[in-house]
């Protein structure tokens, strides 16, 4: 019915070289093994999205770990194998000195019992293979092998649901496999400004009326949260999720308020402006989301939100003290003299990225959010130009002290009483002096 596909030209068009020749690298490969290549999933999505994702994943109709290795040999590349998924991860160095990586696994021939006395059909692999897959978006394939190359592979209308925008499971038992893909529907639908097709949101209701949400392990839920908050719009997702039920159905604390929402937004805002900003170092959203998440809630609930999440015991830790750091240092804040930066440094240099981020958030002070904003532009990188060797060349002996004297020249460099390594080298000097 449908009109075959080519996507050579659009390969062509979009690919950078090196990855343009990698796939004609395995589809000949394959031929020569005489064994079916595909690259699958979210980098054809992205291809036909017009959305950059060099992730490539192939799947070979044959033995892929033999495959990932020939493949491996001719990249000059090793290969890390997963006997048991019949998986492999190729990790080379590209012509830029580059590490990547290439997923390769293997398409299982299925053979299906048919009713009655019909004969057992095998059905392709690659087709059981994309059928197994989450949303019809991610189950497209291209072939690479057998004078196909470029051939799009759609059994299940993911053209058309992009066309439409729509978010759409393959089967109805798909949530009831794998209830994570209940927040992975809600994630793509943000990201890609898509709508959960009517079914598919029954299916959600249904399997979150079956509680299979509120069943599903600590770090599976943690990890499909974190890649929510590593999104562009988590807000969204977030908003989406209390309207399924779904943060409720993970605990009943995360449920969103009104006040709650405003934060939330507000901790949006922050992390897309320091991303515009700096690229190192990069925060864990993931904090700081769940900071605003948690707001509301007395220590004893935040405590079983975290076990609920499968905390590790040093996460759990870090996260209840940097939400005590983050109370005590907000309220003092305000009083830092304009002019006493080394003040300013000293309250925020030994909180983690996360916590200041969440105060920034939180504060309702321009004057706050100017000083923590200075901070981050300039004080934290400062360091001094004399070191501990110049002091001694000053003719001191090495001690403590040197450490306390140090980090007074520094503070006065952040005060700018002092600008330069001769300015830095006399108060220094003066200080020592004075100690003897
Ligand atoms: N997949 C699935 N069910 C899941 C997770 C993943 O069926 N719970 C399938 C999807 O079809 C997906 C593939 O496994 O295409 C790889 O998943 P992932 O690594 O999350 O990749 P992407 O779909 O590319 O997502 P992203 O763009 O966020 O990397």
Do not use: C
Not at 171 to 179: G, I, K, Y
């Amino acid at each position: 019915k449908t009109k075959e596909r080519n996507v050579l030209p659009l390969l062509k068009e979009r690919l950078p070289k090196h990855h343009f020749e990698l796939l004609t690298m395995a589809g000949e490969l394959g031929n020569k093994l005489n064994v079916a290549v595909y690259v699958v999933g979210g980098f054809v999505r992205d291809l036909l999205l017009g959305r950059k994702n060099l992730d490539l994943d192939l799947v070979v109709e044959g033995d892929g770990i033999a495959f990932a290795k020939k493949l491996a040999h001719r990249l000059g590349g090793r290969v890390r194998q997963h006997t048991k998924f019949k998986t492999a991860i190729i990790i080379y160095t590209n012509a830029a000195g580059e590490e990547e990586r290439l997923d390769v696994a293997t398409a299982r021939l299925e053979y299906y019992e048919q009713p009655a006395s019909l004969p057992t059909v095998e059905l392709s692999s690659i087709k059981m293979d994309l059928y197994r897959r989450d949303f019809t978006i991610n189950a497209l394939a291209i072939q690479l092998s057998h004078d196909k190359f470029g051939k799009l592979i759609d059994f299940f209308g993911a053209q058309k649901d992009i066309r439409d925008k729509l978010i759409r499971v393959l089967h109805s038992l798909s949530f009831v496999e794998d209830p994570t893909r209940i927040l992975r529907a809600i994630r793509f639908e943000t990201r890609f400004e898509f709508t959960i097709g009517p079914q598919t949101t029954k299916l959600i209701k249904n399997a979150l009326q079956l509680k299979l949400v509120t069943k599903l392990s600590g770090s599976r839920v943690l990890h499909e949260l974190q890649a929510i908050f590593n999104e562009v719009s988590p807000y969204q997702s977030l908003a989406r999720m209390q309207e399924f039920g779904a943060l409720e159905a993970i605990h009943p604390a995360l449920t969103l308020s009104p006040t709650k929402s405003k934060i939330l937004k507000e901790v949006e805002k922050v992390v897309e402006w320091y991303r515009m900003l700096y690229t190192q170092p990069s925060p864990e959203p993931w904090v700081i989301y769940l900071l605003g998440l948690t707001s509301a809630s007395k220590a004893e609930e935040v405590e079983e939100v975290l076990e609920r999440l499968h905390f590790t015991p040093k996460q759990y830790n870090d996260f209840m003290s940097l939400r005590e750091t983050v109370k005590t240092v907000a309220n003092t804040l305000g009083k830092v003299r304009p002019d006493a930066y080394s003040h300013l440094y000293n309250l925020l240099v030994s909180i983690p990225l996360e916590g200041v981020l969440y105060m920034m958030a939180r504060t309702k002070s321009e004057t706050i959010k100017k000083n923590i904003s200075h901070f981050l532009a300039y004080l934290r990188t400062t360091t001094l130009d004399i070191t501990g060797a110049d002091l001694q060349l000053l003719g001191f002996a090495p001690g403590p002290i040197f450490g306390e004297v140090l980090r007074k020249t520094l503070w006065a460099k952040l005060d700018e009483k002092v600008k330069t390594r001769q300015e830095q080298l006399d108060f220094a000097y003066r200080m020592l002096k004075a100690r003897q």
